[in-house]
């Protein structure tokens, strides 16, 4: 495992070494689907960016964000409005005041929570790469604490209760990737924290941990991703779904 010190950009320009994202996208659909994904971006993925800055780097947050004034962006003036504020802001990105207020209160519950806080002392977004199974890989985790040896991520959701976040964890592949970063960095995967903040009233947030079965779905997951993205870079061939068995005309049987 080496560290590097890139930036967020820097680090997902990098071709060299398969994220766990992509590893994601791997085990929950295909290759092909991995290597034909198109950028994307969204204000739900906006604010998300916005909660890890103003609960781990809120040092960095006005250089990021710009928090415009409350304004109708329904109306033609409310629009210009925007166009003009844009300019001001430069490359950051413009938070309406309705964000500004889901940030506030999840910042404040944030700060009564002390498991939370603790799970949030150690590294910030740094990157590593290694290799997996005989794959480069790279994370960025965003807290990785070396001396207590825990790693954390923050994810934002509409309900964190404990039986959505399950359901969450398994729609978005949440177990591959503690997995694949508690292997990557030595950690054990027991020792995998996510902080999951609500982004609706009234903003809580828990922390959960996985428990031995989610810990090994992620581990059948990302054996599987691993193989199939192996299996592309020796063949170069990007089969849409592998594993699956097939009638004699090639249909999968479901």
Known sequence: MKKRNLTNAEYHANKTHISASGLKMIAKKSVYHYLNQEPFSSTAMNLGSAIHTTLLEPQNFDKEFFRMPKIDLRTKDGKEQKKELQKVAGDRILLKDSEIEILDGIKSNFEKDDLAKFYCHGEIESSYFGEINGVKVRVRPDVFNGLLKFISDVKSCQDNSPQAFK????????????????????????????????????????????SDEMIEFGKKQLEKALAE??????????????????????????
């Open 229 to 254: 993205w192996k299996f592309y870079l020796t063949t170069k061939k990007a089969d849409l779904y592998q594993g699956y068995s097939l009638t004699e005309d090639g249909s999968i049987i479901l």
């Open 167 to 210: 359901r969450d964890c398994y729609k978005y592949g949440y177990p591959l990737q503690a997995v694949c970063y508690s292997k990557l960095m030595n950690v054990d995967p027991t020792q995998f924290r996510f902080i999951a903040v609500e982004t609706k009233y009234p903003f809580t947030c828990q922390v959960y941990a996985l």
